[in-house]
């Protein structure tokens, strides 16, 4: 939530950081800034709304305008905590004298208590935000720091962040350092990216990818100190740290739309793909997984006698997939849980526990939360995640990097298909380690998990009814979804991406469910997309979802069916037909979610929403 960007060079840093925030502004759009800093002044800009209204709001600068001539500047695009989403809370925030000027990311816990304490010594504050708190703060220190220190800046930031508590990332630049950015950082993300001449710091990668794809994993209670020639890394305490140097392996090309008219299409039709390159190299041709990236040894894997599955949103739907998979292949128990609960009911965990925290972004701060205390108690925890070197894998025992590259929507697509990937390949590679399936029933579902990507092609070229299909139902008041098995939760991430897109009334149910109350909710037209089963899979679990999809038809429902090439045994009670691919029972959510996330982008499509940034959300919850 909230995005920032940094940037000290030898370009025009307004250019530099608006194009980054254009970039971020997935994290969030209540409000978008920026602060240059030039010729011993720092001007500024920051406007309510889509970063289009900052943009137009600074193009009346010139060169002879500091903003416009600067190569020194922080920018922010805002998800609002504190504060109403207007300009007067919009970011960067300044110190009195406005000699500083700070941008967040998070939230300051205890800004109440400073805020009183500012106030009392006579601070009049211009804002709601509990950021402001903080440029004050550090304008105090940077008063108190000898004007002969080194990095004074950064000095002043050490103090104020040891002040702190909660989540932030702050950066900051002071109108008397024309070549300085300041940045501190406690759970909540920020990286730096190494240019020549050059260097920035942003939330992701993604703000800095067309200049330079050297970046460096900066850690918790860190300060960092960006000149155009050096990145200072020290702890809060004061002790020098260095990040980690990695290289980023996609180019700026992959976060664009590439003639997509939304970054959610592209991100849909890059699923085949996706999956493929998740798979790529795990496989063996004879069947087997290699896991050995993992970093979990076979023995620890042995030793796992349950399995707890943390995520949030969408990555809960791919873990609630996971346990049908995990608890089929393996044997051993498996719990999935939303990680905003999890630790709050004293889970039982131990050492032989494997926690698996499914994140694409890396930085969800509820799953990070419960990620910790898992640790706590002494469980082995492997992330699976989509963003190298963000906050999750670093913390966890064990990392199994999804390769979807940038998902830039905020409605997760690619990022879903690819943590189904991952998951299925956890659990064969489980299954394998633990000598519970036999070798030849492995390498049998790794045969047909091989040539999923194909069948997720398929499915995408047959779509074009669907879209039809989509813009007539956007005029409906709900959508229900109903599914059994590994179907239910393809039904609840249905659901979830009509929600958050369409903003419809839109429900998944668990088949079996409907008689015991939600069939309440069915009157003459109401549409109820069904994901039926495989009947080649268990018998009994397809003949039941057919006759749910009669009970609600006799109610009458429309009938929405995604059934299996070659299934009949629905065609009487559809009144709109989707086929898949034939696929095994446990991997067919890889096929089944694609039509519902089309649905979703469509009805909202045709309701005239911006489907990629959709009202209220943002990108990565990095609050809790
Ligand atoms: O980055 P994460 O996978 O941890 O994010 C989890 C959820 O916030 C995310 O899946 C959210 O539900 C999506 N907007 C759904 O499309």
Redo the contacts with the bound molecule.
Sequence with gaps: MCGIVGYVGGQRALDVVLEGLRRLEYRGYDSAGVAIVHQGELATEKKAGKLANLTEAVSGHTVADGIAAGSTGIGHTRWATHGAPNDRNAHPHLSEDRAIAVIHNGIIENFAQLRTELEAAGVEFASDTDTECAAHLLARAYAEVPADTTSRLAEAMRRVARRLEGAFTLLAVHRDLPDVVVGARRNSPLVAGRGQGENFLASDVSAFIEHTREAVELGQDQVVEITPDAITVTTFAGAAAEGRDYHVDWDASAAEKGGYDHFMLKEIAEQPQAVADTLRGRLTEHGEILLDEMRLSDEDLRDIDKVFII??????HAGMIAKYAIEHWTRVPCEVELASEFRYRDPVLDRSTLVIA???????MD?LMALRHAKEQKARVLAIC?TNGTT?PRESDAVLYTRAGPEVA????K??LT?LAAVYLVGLYLAQVRGIKYADEVSAVVEQLQRMPEAIAEVLKTMEPVRELARDLAKSGQVLFLGRHVGYPVALEGA??LK?LAYMHAEGFAAGELKHGPIALIDQGTPVVAVVPSPHGRESLHGKVVSNIQEVRARGARTIIIAEEGDEDVVPYADHLIRVPRTPTLLAPLVTTVPLQVLACEIATARGHDVDQPRN?A???TVE
């Design positions: 995520a949030c949103g969408t990555a809960y499914i994140s694409q972004s890396g930085e969800t799953t989509n999750i905020v409605a997760s697509t990022a879903f943590q979830l991406k958050e959300l990108k990565s919850v």
